[in-house]
Nanobody
Framework: QVQLVDSGGGLVQAGGSLRLSCAVS????????MGWFRQAPGKEREFVAG????????DYADSMKGRFAIFRPNNKNTVYLQANNLTPEDTAIYYC?????????????????WGQGTQVTVSS
């Protein structure tokens, strides 16, 4: 079992930045894949970013490339999502997720561990 607790959301003005955190506990293993998803009101949950547990591989949704970064510094059990140059379209609940398939999937159904979500609101 893997437990995830995400945090760091809040209210930010357009053009601002936030760093979301995902504290990982329980059983971690080399094939663990970490991901961030988001869900805006009235929309389906969408992939934001993903990485292998060892940090050797990362993937981003096209609209996030260059603005968002997923990372796990110093082999700690915390995964971060740095979100820069935010726009009102980035307003959503952001979820940390994990799965053990060994490859970065962009499909939320492939992830079987989820954080509780953290709200990000970007004002214009």
């Amino acid at each position: 079992q893997v437990q995830l607790v995400d945090s760091g959301g809040g209210l930010v003005q357009a053009g601002g930045s936030l760093r979301l955190s995902c504290a990982v506990s329980g059983r971690t293993f080399s094939t663990l894949i970490m991901g961030w998803f988001r869900q805006a009101p009235g929309k389906e949950r969408e992939f934001v970013a993903g990485m292998t547990w060892n940090g050797g591989s990362r993937d981003y949704a096209d609209s996030m490339k260059g603005r968002f970064a997923i990372f796990r510094p110093n082999n700690k059990n915390t995964v971060y999502l740095q979100a820069n140059n935010l726009t009102p379209e980035d307003t959503a609940i952001y979820y940390c997720a994990a799965q053990g398939l060994g490859y970065i999937s962009t499909h939320d159904l492939d992830y079987n561990y989820w954080g509780q979500g953290t709200q990000v609101t970007v004002s214009s």
